[in-house]
């Protein structure tokens, strides 16, 4: 950002996690800049009931664009791209928020994405047995939006379901709020509300399960106007959300994409040419992204659509243009770590010794295997003790909610090594967990070779080093570690008109990569 140096155009890519809001500024070479990023809140009234708030969500936006536009000239900025977790936002017709609880508290007004409260109307919509549920593995997930919004009729009629005037993917609420755009993004309604990208919404199958209303006011509520992700909303930013944002009114804004599938998109073109990988020469088919954070997704895509039991798909246009996209994933996987570590008697020991070392636990813990394994692999150490991890359920690729964890193996001991090896243990499993939904995947017809991670779970060299092991393929990590960030930057740069399509803004996005070799027959990861 010297005087020498021609001016640049950026791009603002803002992602709302499941407990942090965080937002990047890229140049057009892909290069991130600036970063930020703020917790927000999140309530569970009760067991499985997981809710936030719009409004703290928006603040949050707000708060870390205005950190990674400092001292930069805003009319260089020429596009903002939003992604999100795919949680249901409830807002009455006049866009206020209405309560998705008993309390009536309309504060909290977003139902999240991990929420399990409608498990009785998921069975309800499966026993169907309807047509669109073969484009979601062929059971509906309980983390959908239908579940959600019959649970809010059944249960919530006079404080929010009468009242309700718009129900928002999470992405969608913001493309919304930055623009004053109703429009939603062909992402989230593909993804999570059964919406269909070349015949629209099914009448039948609202009808069946009980929410007819959607169809008597023309999905009105839901959306029935749908654009592919990356398209120029309006006319950009509104002079009330740039001043929010500390961005100059009418800056292109696109039409977003659920924060997995910005992960998906930052990562699964990315150029490896040069670094001997398998899958220089294969097409992109060969390759599976895998967004790994609180939760983890796995996504695939094809020219041609392959139904694959129990994982999400196909859906047509919903992550990369022109591709037909299957979404495995595990509920959770980032959440599931810290629950078995947090809860460990020597917990407390462990967070004295690693603020001691100035480490993060996991970099403490991950040393600690390397100091009490013998001679043989680290991997090794978990040979009597092994967790089966569907502690919130299995989305994929058993698509059985009602699944529990496991530990078995335990013995008397809770000292630091058994701790150490119980988080050993858990994160064999979820890499276990990925390789049989790859096993899925390529049953059903999928060929895949290479694995590209990304997502705060990849910067664990053990997490990703256990992959490459348990799946027998080579992993590709990106140089730029915030490759979701990356992804919503691209949308915005998409919007800008600077790129003709969301494949093309891609391509000067792409970044390099770490390669797998073979070593004592483990798969090591070293830096090119």
Known sequence: MSGEEEPRSYYVGVDVGTGSVRAALVDQRGVLLAFADQPIKKWEPQFNHHEQSSEDIWAACCVVTKKVVQGIDLNQIRGLGFDATCSLVVLDKQFRPLPVNHEGDSHRNVIMWLDHRAVSQVHRINETKHSVLQYVGGMMSVE?????????KENLRETCWDKAGHFFDLPDFLSWKATGVTARSLCSLVCKWTYSAEKGWDDSFWKMIGLED?????????????????TSLGSGLTP??????????????????IDAH????????????GHGLICEGQPVTSRLAVICGTSSCHMGISKDPIFVPGVWGPYFSAMVPG???????????????????????????LQAKATARCQSIYAYLNSHLDLIKKAEPVGFLTVDLHVWPD?????????DLTLKGMVTGLKLSQDLDDLAILYLATVQAIAFGTRFIIEAMEAAGHSISTLFLCGGLS???????MHADITGMSVVLSKEVESVLVGAAILGACASGDFTSVQVSAEPLNVSVLERKEQHGLLFLDEK
Do not use: C
């Open 144 to 152: 959908m939006q239908a579940p959600k919004l019959l649970w809010l």
């Open 214 to 230: 959607f169809v008597a006011d023309n999905y009105n509520k839901i959306g029935n106007q749908v654009l592919p992700p990356g």
């Open 240 to 257: 009330e959300a740039a001043k929010e944002l500390g961005l100059r009114p009418g800056v292109p804004v696109a039409a977003s994409l």
């Open 262 to 273: 910005a992960g998906g998109l930052g990562v699964i073109g990315a150029d490896v040419r």
């Open 323 to 349: 591709f037909w996209l299957n979404e495995g994933g595990q509920s959770v996987t980032g959440k599931l770590i810290d629950h078995l570590v947090q809860g460990h008697p020597a917990f407390p020991e």
């Open 391 to 399: 502690f919130h359920g299995n989305r994929s690729p058993l698509a």
């Open 459 to 465: 910067k664990n060299p053990l997490f990703v080093q």
